[in-house]
């Protein structure tokens, strides 16, 4: 099965918004409201910002939006700010206790 | 404070194998499932393998299936990992989480190189 599909990069200035899709098929993203978003600073761990299509962690600010429709779901960043310069990761359950992740989108503030 | 630990990594030929571990802490392990992630130096993250609270379900990647072997012992809180018949495309940093649906907890990860 293929990654989802995300763009490369996304670049916004400081408090600007950004939004980065992430595409996948019938088969996951549209089949099921199990979309979770992942933050990676370079050498850190990945870290869990959105879970289940828009719900948000305990301590992720409220900046940090998800959202889905159809085979599409978005990562929405409002008020950018320069910590916020990292990869981020989207996520499907595929059924099955499977998952499959997107390729990863670099986010530069700048 | 939850805690995920893994060790077992290394330099291993294509071919060999390798066994890793996740030691787990502040939860209840044997209530939640885990997983296995892995990424490729400059890579994006790929699911590796899941597996029940129990045990009785587990998943693998087609990249790994019928080379890698999840499995957990419970009553040692710990996660583990068989890799067998490893191939130069499995060098990544391994990392094992919590859950099945959205992964909340992650290790730091451990760095298996698979080179001659």
């Known amino acids: 099965q293929s990654a989802l599909t995300q763009p490369r990069s996304v670049s916004g200035s400081p408090g600007q918004s950004v939004t980065i899709s992430c595409t996948g098929t019938?088969?996951?993203?549209?089949?099921?409201?199990?979309v979770s978003w992942y933050q990676q600073h370079p050498g850190k761990v990945p870290k869990l910002m959105i879970y289940?299509?828009?719900e948000r962690p305990s301590g992720v600010p409220d900046r940090f939006s998800g959202s889905k429709s159809g085979d599409t779901a978005s990562l929405t960043i409002s008020g950018l700010q320069a910590e916020d310069e990292a990869d981020y990761y989207c996520c499907s359950y595929t059924g099955r206790y499977t998952s499959i992740f997107g390729g990863g989108t670099k986010l530069t503030v700048l | 404070e939850v805690q995920l630990v893994e060790s077992g990594g290394g330099l291993v030929k294509p071919g060999g194998s390798l066994r890793l571990s996740c030691a787990a802490s502040g939860f209840t392990f044997s209530s939640d499932s885990m997983i296995w992630v892995r990424q490729a130096p400059g890579k994006g993250l790929e699911w590796v393998s899941s597996?029940?609270?129990?045990?009785?379900?587990?998943y693998y990647a087609d990249s790994v299936q019928d080379r890698f072997t999840i499995s957990r012992d419970n009553a040692k809180n710990s996660l583990y990992l068989q890799m067998d018949s490893l191939r130069a495309e499995d060098t990544a940093v391994y990392y094992c989480a919590r859950r099945w649906d959205y992964f909340d907890y992650w290790g730091q990860g451990t760095l298996v190189t698979v080179s001659s």
């Open positions: 597996i029940g609270p129990s045990g009785t379900y587990i």
């Open positions: 019938s088969s996951d993203v549209g089949a099921y409201n199990y």
């Open positions: 289940d299509v828009s």
